[in-house]
């Protein structure tokens, strides 16, 4: 390789984007399916997200955006959507990220709503399960001093898992809905009411037993196909108070739920998070002993088999223009919608 009088580091300026498709587009900006172009033919399949120019103007807001993007970027765990990159361009900030070839857990959930079937409660628990898993991952992460980082996602919600065609579930979103979430300091709220624990509603310091909470509402949601705290205020009462008082609408869980099931849901759902468990490793074991006890259980090869069956239609190549007008008929035609108005700009990859 000859030599070049360009400095090491501007080598991978040289790197182009070519945008294929649209994939999402929110209150944060929009995302892209895109190419990264390298020498002799290289290419590579990469997710960037643009952001809003109105954001992009707001000093704090990227200040945080950049800390939090930074952070991000050193987490490499097969449940975590990994960042690749962090730019500013003549045409604002965007982030190159890892592209998944799949579906959102909300758009999983959706397209329940016209088949016969529930979801099968254990391919749910699964689901979790490796979600819990990278959850504990980036909870236990330290700084190359070895002092902990003190991650909390503060943003677990169906719409920021999604999952692969080959049955792998995957968190994104880490940190860059509490860089977002600093433009709007009249609520100082971080994340989705529907999906928030008590003390984070409260504006209270949060740990990581807030997102074990978050995770516990998200897997209550996957088992009665609508959020825990939908319908629990036919009293009138503000959804934040509900937030804030930690009042679950339980009378909408299966009736045939397994006790045991049930126990864990409600030990990750307590409204005390001294009550919670004590380590997300431990969310993560407890919900692998239950589906994994007798010796077999679902696997990402048993998501993927079910995936095909039921979602097909969803993840053909081939109809990715249809698959946002399907949902949206969806939308429509639901009457209980599983992605409540968010409290925070959007910065989900759909």
């Known amino acids: ?6 400095p090491f580091t501007a080598l991978f300026d040289t790197y182009r984007y070519r945008i294929v498709r649209e994939i999402a587009s929110g ?6 399916e895109a190419l990264q172009l390298g020498a002799n033919g290289f290419a590579k399949r990469v997710a960037i997200k643009t952001l809003l120019p109105r954001l992009a103007a707001n000093k704090r807001f990227i200040d945080m955006f950049i800390d939090e993007a930074k952070l991000v970027a050193d987490l490499v765990h097969e449940n975590i959507i990994q960042i690749y990159h962090l730019s500013q361009t003549s045409e604002g900030w965007h982030i190159v990220m890892e592209y998944v070839n799949g579906l959102s857990l909300h758009d999983f959930i959706r397209g329940h709503s016209i088949m016969p079937e529930p979801l099968p409660p254990k391919l749910a628990v699964f689901i979790a399960s490796r979600i819990a ?8 992460r330290t700084s190359t001093d070895g002092v902990a980082l003190n991650i909390v996602h503060r943003d677990v919600c169906p719409n920021n898992v999604l999952i692969t065609t080959e049955g792998l579930p995957k ?7 509490k860089a977002a979430n600093t433009v709007t300091p009249e ?13 984070q509603a409260r504006k209270e310091a949060v740990d990581f037993r807030a997102d074990i909470y978050s995770l516990g509402l998200v897997l209550f949601e996957m088992l009665a196909m609508r959020p825990a705290r939908r319908f629990a205020d036919e009293d009138g009462e503000d959804i934040l108070h509900l937030a804030e ?6 009378a909408a869980l299966p009736h045939g739920l397994d006790p045991e099931l049930r126990a864990i849901l409600e030990r990750m759902l307590a409204s005390n998070p001294q009550d919670r468990y004590s380590d997300t490793n431990e969310v993560g074991y407890a919900l692998e002993y239950y589906i994994y006890r007798s010796g077999y259980g679902p696997t990402v090869v048993t998501l993927e088999q079910y995936l095909s069956k039921h979602f097909a ?22 009457p209980i919608p599983t992605q409540p108005p968010s409290t925070s700009p959007a910065t989900t990859q759909k």
């Open 133 to 140: 898993r990278g959850l504990a991952y980036a909870h236990a």
């Open 313 to 334: 239609a969803l993840l053909d190549p081939r109809l990715l223009a249809a698959r946002g007008r399907h949902m949206a008929l969806l939308e429509r035609t639901q």
């Open 27 to 32: 209150g944060m900006g929009t995302i892209y």
């Open 171 to 177: 968190l994104g979103d880490f940190g860059i809905a």
């Open 187 to 199: 609520r100082g709220l971080m994340g989705k009411l529907y999906y928030m624990a008590p003390e």
């Open 245 to 250: 008082d930690g009042r679950l609408n339980w």
């Open 1 to 6: 390789m000859g030599r070049t009088n360009l």
